[in-house]
Each structure stands twice: as structure tokens, then as C-alpha cells.
């Protein structure tokens, strides 16, 4: 099963506040392991909604909004795609990460569609 394990923003990511050497170094070894136990397919950190863009469609009208967008829980700061076996063994990796941002922090967890799905 594979999985889009998504770091949710907060107010300090979507600022742009870089994250310290401590956390970097932890969750560079989280990455690590994920890694090291074929769970883990690709992965990053996604700048502030500030330097991004949307598309949103009408028919055939297209219109472009500049970020910030909001509200900031409702914003992406990270991601990862998984290999897992099972929603189970995607909630106990989770568990084992380092919270990523400096307080309160949610991860989501959400299934890929694959082609069987369609069928």
C-alpha cells in the first residue's frame, strides 16, 4: 500500500522559520531508517504558501491566486510517499517521528489510489 504522509503548516513554517540542527539531524535519521527499511519512496519540505501559486478552474477560465493562503492548519509543509504493508504500519512510523515543527504539530496519513482501485 502506498501513502502520502503529509506534515501539516503552522504559522511558524508558513513565516519561512527554518528548522534548527537538532531537528534537522533527527529527522535526517528518521529519514534514514525509513529508508533503510524500504518504507520510504521520496520525501521533502515545502516552502511557505507566500511563494506559491494556484490555479483555480472554471470551465474553460483559468485564474491564478498568489499565496499566502489560508488558513495555515489547512496548509501543507512536508511530505513523504511510503511503501507500507498496511494503514497500521503507517500510524506506528509516524509515531516514531520527530514532532517536525517547534510546538504543536499533525501529520495526516493518506492512501494512494492504485490501479486495482479502478477495476
Known amino acids: 500500500m502506498r501513502?502520502?504522509?503529509?506534515?501539516?503548516?503552522?504559522?511558524?513554517?508558513?513565516?519561512g522559520v527554518m528548522p534548527g540542527l537538532e531537528m534537522l539531524t533527527a529527522m535526517g535519521a528518521f529519514n534514514?531508517?525509513?529508508?533503510?527499511?524500504?518504507?520510504?519512496?521520496?520525501g521533502d519540505g515545502l516552502k511557505?504558501?507566500?511563494?506559491?501559486?494556484?490555479?483555480?478552474?472554471d470551465g474553460p477560465s483559468r485564474t491564478v491566486i498568489n499565496g499566502p493562503f489560508t488558513p495555515?492548519?489547512?496548509?501543507?509543509?512536508?511530505?513523504?510517499?511510503?511503501?507500507?504493508?498496511?494503514?497500521?504500519?503507517?500510524?506506528?512510523?509516524?509515531?516514531?517521528?520527530?514532532n517536525p515543527m517547534p510546538g504543536p504539530s499533525e501529520i495526516e496519513i493518506r492512501p494512494l489510489y492504485e490501479q486495482a482501485d479502478f477495476m
Not at 32 to 42: F, V, W
Not at 81 to 90: P, S
Open 3 to 15: 501513502v502520502m504522509v503529509i506534515v501539516k503548516a503552522t504559522a511558524d513554517s508558513e513565516a
Open 32 to 42: 534514514e531508517d525509513l529508508i533503510q527499511a524500504g518504507i520510504m519512496t521520496a
Open 72 to 98: 495555515t492548519t489547512e496548509q501543507i509543509a512536508g511530505f513523504w510517499l511510503w511503501q507500507v504493508k498496511d494503514m497500521a504500519e503507517a500510524v506506528a512510523w509516524v509515531k516514531r517521528c520527530p
Open 48 to 57: 511557505p504558501t507566500a511563494q506559491g501559486r494556484r490555479v483555480a478552474f
